[in-house]
């Protein structure tokens, strides 16, 4: 099929059996346009005999399994051509070489009908280096962004999730060198919003960043926000913060990757980390908005923990910082102190 890809540009994916092929398509279907199918095709291992009825395997499971899977015939094989049998079952097929231009145009003419393949081509700047699991994860986004679906709060778990992949895309990339521990996603936008970052993260992004997460992070604000998408008093609110967490994964896509100049960002980051901390027992003294951590099921001020049970809204200054004594190894780990406090407006 190099007669698709040269002339089309067309991405090919190829497998060793027709098992490997459609489980694959299983694990990301949105990943996938179309499938080209060899009339004569190994089934589960390279021992066998390529032969069609093992065609007549991937055609039986693709109508079971994965109706809305477009898929192509193609044969090269002299007896299979001339095979009335094989012409019967399978009247539709394409003859290699001969019946390149047509196999391309009709993957064409079949694909660009989808829906999916609609948003695809809109967003080609994400999904020509998105890969699965977050590709299918924005490729939902989207489609309820297209869909015109304002009212669908749901979108912000969505985009939490995104949010938490970033975090740890960029602890690895080691722009980021506090840990996400997957809780901390305020704390881990304000150390990106530093100033001695912005050379590498737009002021635009680090905004951003902060935007999305302030709406996508649980708490009193999200509850808000919920309730004003869902009963149509904030109608742009999905659309908008969509097209930040957009404007994230293209800048974050175009970071440099050579060595010398990552290893320049991490030191950059290092020296960042070093004054936050040297600035940690003032930043104490600052009024703070409590957060919850979903996972160990308490409300903290970064390494804080703090005694809440339930918050609305507000900040609180702490007061008596004291090691955690918790008798949870994990919560003692996470929040090492723990904190008196002072409610405050």
């Not at 003859?95 to 145009?105: F, G, P, S």
């Not at 001020?301 to 809440?308: E, V």
């Not at 090492?336 to 407006?345: D, E, G, L, R, S």
Request: with cysteine; proline share 5%.
């Amino acid at each position: 099929m190099k007669y698709c890809s040269l002339q089309y540009q067309m991405e090919l994916y190829p497998f060793k059996t027709q098992t490997e092929g459609l489980d694959e398509y299983a694990k990301c279907p949105s990943f996938w346009d179309a499938a080209i199918l060899d009339a004569k095709v190994l089934d589960k291992n390279l021992h066998e005999a390529p032969n069609v009825a093992n065609l007549q395997k991937a055609v039986l499971r693709i109508k079971e399994e994965f109706n809305d899977l477009q898929y192509f015939i193609s044969t090269g094989q002299p007896d299979l051509l001339s095979d009335s049998m094989f012409k019967a079952i399978f009247p539709v097929y394409y003859e290699k070489a001969t019946d390149d231009e047509k196999l391309c145009q009709d993957i064409i003419k079949a694909i660009k009908e989808s829906p999916v393949r609609r948003i695809k081509n809109k967003y080609s700047d994400l999904f020509s280096w998105l890969k699965p699991p977050i590709y299918e994860e924005i490729l939902s986004i989207l489609q309820i962004v297209e869909n015109g679906d304002n009212t669908n709060a749901d979108i912000f778990n969505k985009v939490r999730k995104i949010l938490d992949w970033i975090m740890t895309e960029l602890n690895t990339y080691g722009l980021l060198t506090i840990e996400f521990n997957g809780t901390n996603l305020n704390e881990c936008s304000r150390f990106l919003a530093s100033n001695e970052l912005q050379e590498y993260i737009p002021q635009y992004i680090q905004r951003q960043i902060h935007s999305c997460s302030a709406i996508a992070n649980e708490g009193s604000h999200r509850r808000v926000s919920d309730e004003d998408v869902k009963s149509g008093k904030a109608p742009y609110l999905i659309r908008s913060t969509v097209y930040e967490l957009l404007n994230i994964l293209v800048w974050m896509h175009q970071l440099p990757e050579d060595d010398a100049t990552r290893r320049k960002i991490t030191e950059q980051s290092l020296n960042s980390k070093n004054k936050v901390r040297s600035e940690e027992p003032n930043s104490r003294k600052i009024p703070q908005k409590p957060e919850f951590d979903e996972e160990l099921k308490v409300w903290h001020c970064g390494d804080c923990m703090l005694a809440i049970k339930f918050w609305e809204e507000g900040k609180v200054l702490l007061t008596d910082i004291t090691p955690n004594s918790s008798k949870n190894p994990n919560i003692k780990k996470r929040y090492p102190y723990f904190a008196k406090y002072k409610t405050v407006k």
